[in-house]
Nanobody
């Protein structure tokens, strides 16, 4: 089993930046990829970004391209989501996910975190 713990959420103003972190523990080897999803109020969960832990590939939702950056640490157990130029529509609960398998660009997610709230006031 793998446990995922997110941190870094909060309330900011439009135009501000936040960095989310997600740390995996437990049987983290091998993990293929880790990603971020979000669920805005009253809406379904949506994909935000993913990184293959080898570092070879990243992908982003069109709505965050150019503003968000996903990265991982050298131990490949923590991923970050740097969020710049935040907008009110970025308000959501952000979830971290991890998967043991995939064939790029398809990733199967096996584990999910509890989520962290990001609120952007306009």
């Amino acid at each position: 089993q793998v446990q995922l713990v997110e941190s870094g959420g909060g309330t900011v103003q439009a135009g501000d930046s936040l960095r989310l972190s997600c740390t995996a523990s437990g049987r983290t080897f091998p993990l293929y990829a880790m990603g971020w999803f979000r669920q805005p109020p009253g809406k379904e969960r949506e994909f935000v970004a993913v990184i293959v832990l080898s570092g070879a590939y990243t992908s982003y939702a069109d709505s965050v391209k150019g503003r968000f950056t996903i990265s991982r640490d050298s131990a490949k157990t923590t991923v970050y989501l740097q969020m710049n130029s935040l907008k009110a529509e970025d308000t959501a609960v952000y979830y971290c996910a991890a998967g043991r398998s995939g064939s790029w660009p398809r990733v199967g997610y096996d584990y999910w975190g509890q989520g962290t709230q990001v609120t952007v006031s306009s």
